[in-house]
């Protein structure tokens, strides 16, 4: 088959290339800290704009780190009389939570959802970091040059995945001991990031995730499409690359193949290996790290687009939650 990355048995053993910050792990165990510290202030507004007879819209609202108020679509079976197993569901990057007609196949087998909307893309959640450096043409290099690494604001929507999960969970209406994560590209990588930062999720199903392995997306010359903010803020913050190592270890505090090893869930993740967007190295480099329970799906002949029958294939691996 034709190639774009390494071969299929070196994806295989491929341990990435993005160098780690030696304080990882105290960042994120200081993370967690802070939004254990954070008063989520939950609101939960009944939305009216379908006449659904089996289900209940709400549109969700907390405070995450930093005061920012967050929003995410909330959907539950009508008439509940014991806690049910519950889904996350995690947007691409600029998206949204999208429609609530398509959360109800989940809803209608008795699961209750939560999608949230990423701060400042396309949903109402705020984006309130005031930070020093370039916010210019994406979220990945916003905090890269502020003094304070805590600052990246790709943490901050970390975080929020893990105040989601936390929050749906201790709804009376939940089993916290059924609870999963999915979505592709940027969904994947707040998939991976929720199961990670609450280890209590039981099942993630992350597809082709993004924000992985950012030096190998540079190397492979693929620093464009989603990446494209990294080739811009060399052109116009450092064109010698006077300052390459510093800035790759300091996206590794939001390289993701550094939190997988947190992961307790169950994990189903599926690549396309012709993908030019998250190229499979990159995926691969957070795959192999998971030492949770896991299973891989490749797609040989895709890239980063649907995948044929994955859909349904992430259906059913959350409706095993029912059994748990």
Wanted: glycine share 8%; charged share 25%; aromatic share 10%.
């Amino acid at each position: 088959m034709p190639l774009i990355d390494k071969p299929l048995d070196e994806l295989r053993v491929y341990g990435g290339i993005n160098p780690c910050p030696a304080d990882f792990d105290a960042y994120w165990d200081d993370s967690l800290r802070e939004l254990d510290a954070v008063d989520p202030q939950v609101e939960l507004r009944r939305n009216e704009t379908l006449p659904l007879s089996n289900s209940e819209c709400y549109d969700l609202w907390f405070t995450g780190v930093g005061g920012a108020r967050i929003h995410a679509k909330y959907v539950r079976p009508r008439g509940l009389t014991a806690p049910a197993p519950a889904v996350l569901s995690f947007h691409g990057y600029t998206g949204n939570a999208g429609d609530w007609t398509d959360k109800l196949a989940y809803v209608s087998e008795g699961f209750c959802l939560a999608a949230l909307d990423c701060r400042g893309q396309g949903g109402p959640s705020e984006d309130n970091l005031q930070i020093k450096g370039n916010t210019h043409h994406g979220h990945i290099i916003r905090g890269l040059d502020d003094p304070n690494p805590k600052n990246l604001l790709f943490r901050h929507i970390f975080l929020d995945t893990a105040q989601l999960a936390r929050i749906v969970m201790n709804f009376p209406e939940v089993d916290a001991d059924r609870v999963g994560a999915m979505g592709g590209s940027q969904g994947g990588a707040l998939t991976i990031a929720c199961a990670a930062l609450e280890p209590r999720v039981k099942r993630a199903a992350p597809i082709f995730p993004f924000l992985c392995d950012y030096q190998r997306v540079w190397e492979m010359d693929l620093a464009k499409d989603a990446y494209q903010e990294l080739r811009t803020w060399f052109r116009l913050f450092d064109p010698t690359h006077a300052r390459e190592q510093e800035i790759f270890t300091r996206l590794g505090y939001i390289d993701l193949q550094f939190l997988v090893p947190r992961i307790k869930a169950e994990t189903m993740m599926a690549v396309g290996l012709m993908d030019t967007i998250c190229p499979p190295s990159s995926q691969f480099a957070a795959y192999n790290k998971i030492t949770a329970p896991k299973e891989l799906v490749i797609y040989p002949d895709f890239g980063h687009e649907g995948l044929p029958g994955h859909t349904d294939r992430t259906f059913a691996f959350m409706m095993k939650l029912r059994g748990c």
